[in-house]
Nanobody
Framework: VQLQASGGGLVQAGGSLRLFCAAS????????MGWFRQAAGKEREFVAG????????YYADFVKGRFTISRSTAENTVYLQMNSLEPEDTAVYFC????????????????WGQGTLVTVSS
């Protein structure tokens, strides 16, 4: 599976962005799709994840109800709706697939997209 992330850009604090992760190839119901982010000089961290089959969602604590992950099985696409963005959300955002199911650690993921840059100005 190849993953293509898009939708990043420059937005003012308090604004919104919607990220897209288009997958080429088969995603099975047992797979887990995640969004991560990596700010300059920091480690990559889990943002949100979704079980492909049943659609159960999981979030990092810092999301605080601002972000929503969803997927379209028909479009083979995962979305990350980000609202009430803060300057601290500035980072490169990556989507990834874990074939073994639920995962929050980057090392548990098998496939990664190239990343899309989100910049939030104050």
């Amino acid at each position: 599976v190849q993953l293509q992330a898009s939708g990043g850009g420059l937005v003012q604090a308090g604004g919104s962005l919607r990220l897209f992760c288009a997958a080429s190839g088969r995603i099975f119901s047992s797979h887990f799709m995640g969004w991560f982010r990596q700010a300059a000089g920091k480690e990559r961290e889990f943002v949100a994840g979704i079980r492909w089959g049943v659609g159960n969602t999981y979030y990092a604590d810092f999301v605080k109800g601002r972000f929503t992950i969803s997927r379209s099985t028909a479009e083979n696409t995962v979305y990350l709706q980000m609202n009430s963005l803060e300057p601290e959300d500035t980072a490169v955002y990556f989507c990834a697939r874990a074939r073994r199911g639920y995962a929050r650690s980057p090392g548990e993921y098998d496939d990664w997209g190239q990343g899309t840059l989100v910049t939030v100005s104050s």
